[in-house]
């Protein structure tokens, strides 16, 4: 069975998913087939003779980078035992730790490190581990390599990782947030980036002031020219054009200016040699063209463009015009992306890309569900699209500790070291087996955004292992429970004052009106306006909480079993404080509403209800 790959890119996602097993059973079977064919007509394997067993011994280098590649946990920890160097460089120059952040194992990646392995080792394109974790998004390995990881280390192209960090992703989220929390902005690292061709460009201007040569090669046949386009320095590849460099020049290996800018990346490097009449039909030793390498497609189709154009000027130079030339360049370039230098030097398996894809999407439709709502909501809609352009950077992976249930050692000790942890790391969320465990930080977090909620919607209502805890999670599972068990569905918020069971009950609320659809505007506002109510009758000032609860809410939401749309709710409300009305405790407040009346008098109403003095009054 084949397929054509633009056929198979194009397809939906799960039917593209289905056919691609398809074709690997197809795959596998005809391989059988043909290997059995393939006996019968050799007449079989012959027997070993004399019954020896002939094994094959494989190094433990060997072993070990397959254990790791294939997730084989046990045996990466039986060679390290049996004696296999942790310190193993693989074919690319890289560690056991690049393997583990190519292949997303994370078990490996933790015991190497306490094995002392350099996070911080580069390969022969000055990769580290961070880089490749970055490249594949492989957040689990990001954050374990950053407790002794330089993040602001450069590769050949003096990327760090978090230019390889697809913008949204988790491991982008993580690098962004490290940086912010270690004082280095983006400007510190747009200076650090240009460091090295602003050098290049003083040391290039005073090679010219003192008269020397700029097409001067050194004993591989590489010029100033070759290295510059290589590296993606605009400034300095046009200052040596301007000053006679030649655009076709070729190292040992014949390889010219425009084929290293264009395997490379250099998108804006390609168009600049092209504008001085880089040929780019000239072959390298293995008679590649500049555009049989080219990185991006954008760059193979400029180059194509300048192929068919300079073939035209060859047969008749006066019928081509240098703007002509010009033009297609141009139209191309206005279309790149921001980075276009960006390698992709690892290719992505396609569980990855779906992924990528699946969250690319989940975030356009997010952001077009808060372009839906109606300009009465206009207020909120801004406040929803800030938080959500905060949400990409604040919003924590999951952790090992996740689940407290999971720990191999249960103390009040540990389960309390685990939580200030997490704490710490703005994780207010923790799984106690079915229990949410929810830490109040006392402060506002960009976790509860309108695109938040859209992430934790799913068809079956499980736990994603992508997301981390969140009261979402607990409604989302909830709301499936509610029709695949066909019974009420109940939440206990239990806590101390203070401790965001309001709150809590807040977000649960907001997370099943998402299932109102249309409807959704109408509930929040009618929900909003009862909330405010609630709160000004029963809520007063208490020693740890300005706006404490002082009675029992029960709140009752009711879904259609047909549509599963929700259609009405009710509060009801049990045990307040009357007493607070005549007696307050130390250093607490009667209800709000009072102050709020207060708040709301003309300064001729309070002096003819002779309550001029606040303090005077319960």
């Known amino acids: 069975m084949e397929i054509d790959q633009c056929l198979l890119e194009s397809l939906p996602l799960g039917q593209r998913q289905r056919l691609v097993k ?39 280098a060997d072993m070990i980078q397959d254990a790791i590649i294939h997730h084989d946990d046990k045996e990466v920890l039986r060679l390290l035992k049996d004696g296999a160097d942790p310190h193993t460089l693989i074919s690319s120059g890289g560690s056991l730790l690049h393997l583990c952040a190519r292949y997303d194992n994370a078990f ?24 490749v974790a970055c490249a594949c ?11 002794g990881a330089n993040v602001l280390l450069q590769d050949v192209n003096g990327n760090i990782a978090l230019d390889y960090a697809t913008e949204g992703t988790e491991s982008s989220c993580i690098l962004l947030t490290y940086l912010e929390e270690n004082g280095v902005d983006l400007n510190s690292l747009r200076q650090m980036k240009i460091q090295r061709p602003m050098t290049m460009l003083a040391d290039v201007k005073q090679l010219i002031l003192a008269g020397g040569n700029v097409n001067q090669k050194n004993d591989k046949g590489v010029t100033l020219l070759h290295i510059a386009c290589a590296n993606g320095y605009k400034d300095v590849a046009s200052l040596i054009l301007d000053h006679g460099a030649d655009a076709n ?37 293995s008679d590649e063209k500049a555009s049989d390498i080219a990185a991006s497609e954008f760059i193979e189709e400029m ?46 398996p396609i569980a990855k ?49 996740d689940d407290l249930a999971t720990l191999s050692e249960l103390t009040d000790n540990s389960l309390l070291y685990e939580i200030q942890k997490r704490f710490s790391n703005n994780q207010i969320y923790t799984y106690v087996g079915d229990i949410l465990l929810l830490v109040n930080p006392f402060k506002e977090l960009p976790i509860y955004s309108t695109m938040v909620t859209q992430l934790y919607l799913s068809d079956s209502g499980k736990l994603c292992s992508s997301l981390p805890p969140h009261i979402f999670s607990c409604a989302e599972r909830a709301y499936h429970m509610l029709f695949q068990e066909r019974r009420p569905q109940c939440f206990i918020l239990s806590g101390e004052r203070g401790s965001g069971k309001t709150e809590a009950c807040k977000q ?10 249309s409807s959704r505007i109408t509930f929040d506002s009618k929900i909003r306006h009862v909330n405010c109510i609630l709160e000004a009758f029963g809520h007063a000032k208490t020693a740890l909480n300005d706006l404490s609860s002082c009675f029992i809410k029960y709140f009752e939401l009711k879904f259609c079993e047909k549509k599963k ?27 709000l509403v009072f102050y709020l009346l207060m708040d709301g008098l003309s300064a001729e109403e309070k002096y003819g209800l002779y309550l001029s003095n606040l303090s005077a009054h319960r």
């Open 353 to 401: 890309q779906d992924s990528l894809l699946e969250k690319d999407t989940m975030f356009k439709d997010a952001t077009k569900i808060c372009k839906q709502q109606s300009q009465d909501t206009a207020s909120d809609y801004i406040t929803v699209t800030d938080t959500t352009k905060l949400e990409q950077v604040k919003l924590m992976p999951p952790a090992p500790n």
């Open 108 to 131: 490996a990646t933790e015991i190497l490190i306490d094995r002392g392995v350099n996070v911080n080792h580069q390969d022969e394109d000055f990769w580290t581990s961070v880089h």
């Open 508 to 517: 649960i609320v907001k997370h099943l009106t998402c299932r109102s659809s």
């Open 22 to 60: 398809r074709m690997r059973c197809d795959q596998i079977k005809a391989y059988y087939e043909r290997e059995k064919a393939f006996q019968k007509q050799e007449g079989h394997v012959k027997k070993l003779k004399h019954g020896k067993n002939h094994r094959v011994h494989f190094n433990l």
């Open 565 to 591: 749309v929700l259609i009405g709710a009710r509060i009801y409300t049990y045990m307040l404080e009357k007493s607070r009305v005549v007696m307050q405790p130390l250093n607490q407040s009667n209800f």
């Open 303 to 348: 180059l194509l463009k300048a192929e068919t154009v300079w073939e035209e000027k060859m047969k008749d130079p006066l019928s081509v015009s240098a703007l002509s030339q010009e033009e297609p360049y141009e139209e191309i370039i206005h279309d790149l992306p921001a980075l276009s230098n960006k390698l992709n030097p690892l290719a992505l």
């Open 137 to 147: 998004d492989n957040p689990d390995i990001v954050l374990l390599l950053l407790a």
């Open 249 to 285: 020049v070729v190292d040992n290996q014949y390889w010219t200016p425009l084929h290293l800018a264009a395997k490379y990346g250099q998108t804006n490097l390609v168009k600049l040699l092209l504008m001085h009449q880089a040929n780019p039909s000239l072959l390298s030793c």
